[in-house]
């Protein structure tokens, strides 16, 4: 019974003995497998042995870097795309001129309007002229700025074309395929590009995607004639011209609303400086009116002032007379006495009579104009008498 028990023992020791071995050997077939398939996938994929010298070479460059070189390549070429989409060109219109009629002809308050119709257009140009030179710069900007994104672009396709050239295809193909074609929509969509950038870039394509069609054997240069399409300068040097040209008719319609506002501008200064005139030579007229009117009740004055005169010359011409014709009998009374004894020692000859004495106090306060009666040729010893006259 015991012997019986130790063989059975035996057997499901030798039987599980042998179910191990049999799993550990399918376990380690199954990693051997495993690991030879990865193994020879990598190792494979990044050695190769020439088939003309049968030497074994190690890639210089893997595929994440020339996957960061495409995503490079895609970000510069969609900048340069939508700098150059950002070019402006003249849209507005330029607007009439204002006609101006004849400003001799029109009213002061028309052309008041008018002056204020320019300066408002005058304004709208200045703005319009800014706007203008704005768009001009951003024009400039934009396709610098597109140009340097190509050119970059362009500076990548060299690099991916030196790696073709010296490194095995397979240590270069991107595992991601979409990359690929997003590459190659972006070099067949380019507006910028020129046609030699377009081919080098699918030339590349081919390259990497496995499918190769040939290298450009000629080498693409770096530099924007080459690089940039001439349609996509054309494009540039026409919007820059529309720009050009809408500036300089609004630098021109500028100069004529100056011109016709300065001409308003004297119209109107000329009818302000009529009116002072016109106000001056009024007020002229009034002072010379006034004065005209004083000088006449003057000469009036005066006028009566000298009939008044005139009507008192004559009596006192009559009083002199008289006066006159009584000095020679006393002269002729006392010419018949002795010269030498006066008849009556109290009269002095030389001394006026009483009346000349009173004719004279008279006359005081006036001015008198004396009047000298001369003696008589045929009498010695003549008195010579003065007799003032008041003229008042």
Request: glycine residues 6%; proline residues 4%.
């Amino acid at each position: 019974m015991r012997s019986e028990r130790a063989k059975r023992r035996r057997k499901d020791r030798n039987r599980k003995i042998l179910l191990l071995s049999m799993n550990s050997f399918s376990i380690l077939f199954l990693l051997f497998v495993t690991v030879s398939s990865r193994a020879g996938m990598t190792y494979g994929h990044f050695t190769s042995k020439a088939a003309i010298d049968g030497e074994i070479g190690i890639c210089s460059v893997y595929p994440n870097q020339v996957e960061q070189l495409l995503e490079q390549f895609v970000q510069h070429v969609t900048r340069g795309e939508a700098d150059y989409g950002s070019l402006s060109l003249y849209n507005g219109s330029n607007e009439e001129a204002i006609g101006i009629p004849d400003a001799a002809a029109a009213s002061d308050e028309e052309l008041q309007q008018f002056a204020s119709s320019i300066n408002a257009r005058i304004d709208v140009l200045e703005i319009q002229q800014q706007a203008i030179d704005g768009l001009t710069g951003a024009n400039d900007s934009e396709w610098a700025s597109a140009q340097s994104e190509i050119v970059s672009a362009a500076s990548i396709l060299t690099q991916l074309s030196d790696y073709i050239g010296s490194v095995n295809l397979h240590c270069l193909a991107p595992e991601d395929p979409s990359m690929l074609d997003q590459f190659l929509a972006l070099i067949n969509g380019s507006r910028v590009a020129s046609e030699a950038f377009q081919e080098q870039g699918r030339s590349i394509y081919g390259a990497l995607s496995g499918s190769p069609s040939g290298m450009n054997a000629t080498p693409l240069l770096v530099n924007e004639p080459a690089v940039i399409s001439a349609a996509a300068a054309a494009s540039y040097q026409a919007a820059q011209r529309s720009l050009s040209d809408a500036r300089s008719a609004a630098v021109q319609q500028h100069s004529n609303l100056q011109q016709q506002l300065a001409q308003i501008n004297a119209e109107i200064a000329a009818r302000e400086q009529a009116k002072a005139d016109a106000e001056a030579n009024a007020k002229d007229g009034e002072s010379t009116k006034e004065q005209a009117d004083g000088e006449t009740v003057n000469g009036q004055a005066a006028d009566e002032t000298t009939s008044e005169r005139a009507a008192g010359e004559p009596a006192e011409e009559k009083a002199d007379e008289s006066r006159s014709e009584s000095v020679p009998s006393v002269r002729d009374e006392s010419a018949e006495q002795d010269p030498a004894v006066p008849e009556n020692p109290s009269v002095n000859p030389a001394t006026p009579s009483s009346d000349s004495a009173k004719e004279q106090t008279e006359t005081a306060d006036h001015p008198a104009i004396p009047i000298t009666t001369q003696p008589n040729s045929n009498e010695s010893g003549g008195v010579s008498n003065e007799i003032e006259i008041d003229h008042e």
